[in-house]
């Protein structure tokens, strides 16, 4: 632990596409502790990265759309401070192809079919050979909602979701999941892991293009989202400053995971407070 005073910054993004509730939460406590909060934009060419003692990846939201530029930066920024999650974790994270390899170890995800760039589907024979109804259709690499879409194909949708399909593929990786009922009842949990222990949990609808999300606290975490949580970052093993591990039930009650989120996930400081000295404490550890 030090007791010096550090420029810890804050990366954000030059143009966030929705607001950030996490970054004045944290930046107060930051200061609070007698350190110095710089928020940084992770695409401004002007930032001297290496006047900061450590960089923490936060609200990078706009990756999605230049992951080259991102994963660049990464690299560069990683010879220059400290970053946190550390460079390995960030790139590792960026594509969401990241759940096969925990699948591959044991961890139920929710069911998802990967295609390439410039890969050929019917989606139809997709979700036919598996008896999904309802689907979910996203790119590998998205941050928020960009570029997720939802289709009722039993519902007549098939044209529209093969439309879609083909428009988003032509141009980047794509998953294809089957649709959670779950999503339109409980929802999703997101459990928020702060310096390697669950602080907190949320609930929260998942959104789709051009929706807001709905948050809550959640009370309590019971045994199985922490048995759940638990072994995903045991399987990921990844020491992280932070993680988000979301959630959600399938069918029969049991919990699949959705996404980890070890890259810039919202942290709902707001809804939970008390994690923001956790984060910080955590901060100086490393350092």
């Known amino acids: 632990m030090t007791s010096e005073r550090l420029r810890i910054g804050y990366v954000s993004c030059l143009e966030l596409p929705e607001p950030d509730i996490d970054e004045k939460p944290l930046v107060e406590v930051i200061e609070a502790a007698g350190h110095e909060a710089v928020v940084v934009a992770w695409d401004d060419p002007d930032v001297d990265w290496g006047a900061l003692d450590v960089a923490v990846v936060r609200a990078t939201w706009n990756y999605a759309h230049a992951v080259d530029a991102f994963s660049e930066w990464i690299d560069r920024v990683d010879g220059q401070t400290r970053l946190l999650n550390d460079a390995a974790t960030l790139k590792w994270n960026l594509d969401k192809r990241y759940l096969l390899e925990l699948e591959q170890k044991g961890v139920d995800i929710v069911p998802t079919g990967f295609f390439e760039r410039e890969e050929r589907a019917s989606i139809g024979d997709v979700a036919g050979s598996r008896g999904w109804g309802k689907i979910v259709i996203k790119p590998v690499v998205s941050a928020g909602s960009f570029g997720t879409r939802v289709f009722d194909l039993e519902g007549g949708e098939l044209d529209q979701a093969q439309r879609f399909f083909d428009e988003m593929v032509a141009r980047r990786g794509m998953m294809v999941q089957v649709f959670m009922d779950s999503v339109d009842t409980v929802g999703e949990t997101a459990i928020v892991v702060i310096d390697g222990a669950i602080s907190h949990a949320i609930e929260k609808r998942p959104r789709f293009d051009d ?67 956790a984060l910080v404490q955590g901060i100086l550890k490393r350092l």
Do not use: C, H, K, N
Request: aromatic letters at 8%; proline letters at 6%; charged letters at 35%.
């Open 211 to 277: 929706q807001d999300e709905e948050v809550y606290l959640r009370e309590t975490i019971d045994d199985s989202m922490r048995s759940v949580a638990e072994r995903v970052l045991e399987a990921a093993g990844r020491e992280t400053l932070y993680a988000r591990v979301d959630v959600m039930p399938r069918a029969d009650g049991e919990l699949v995971l959705s996404e980890l989120e070890l890259l810039e996930p919202s942290l709902f400081f707001p809804q939970f407070p008390e994690a923001r000295g």
